[in-house]
């Protein structure tokens, strides 16, 4: 079974910036897409970035020139760089594959957007 591992997240002030990982624990991650998604308290899971085996990149309108994906498929690990962090960015961020996500869930990391 595959094992996901996030981490990165914390608490941050607005304005202020995180970068997630996301350790993928088996071969075959260099060819899918992946994506990084958040649930915020009271809402469903929702994807806010993706990218494709070749590095192309897709966002939320929510997130498009706040964040960053990138992966290093040597190291079977994606990232999530994001600044000019917002309240309503609170939420609990997992990555898995994209567009639907096709594995099981990791324990995500918190991040917390509050002054």
């Known amino acids: 079974q595959v094992q996901l591992a996030e981490s990165g997240g914390g608490l941050v002030q607005p304005g202020g910036s995180l970068r997630l990982s996301c350790a993928a624990s088996?071969?075959?991650?260099?060819?899918?897409?992946m994506g990084w998604y958040r649930q915020a308290p009271g809402k469903q899971r929702e994807l806010v970035a993706t990218?494709?085996?070749?590095?192309?990149?897709d966002y939320a309108d929510s997130v498009k020139g706040r964040f960053t994906i990138s992966r290093d498929n040597a190291k079977n690990t994606v990232y999530l760089q994001m600044n000019s962090l917002k309240p309503e960015d609170t939420a609990v961020y997992y990555c898995?594959?994209?567009?639907?996500?096709?594995w099981g869930w990791g324990k995500g990391t918190l991040v917390t957007v509050s002054s």
């Open positions: 088996r071969p075959g991650f260099s060819i899918l897409a």
């Open positions: 898995n594959t994209s567009p639907q996500p096709g």
């Open positions: 990218i494709s085996s070749s590095g192309n990149t």
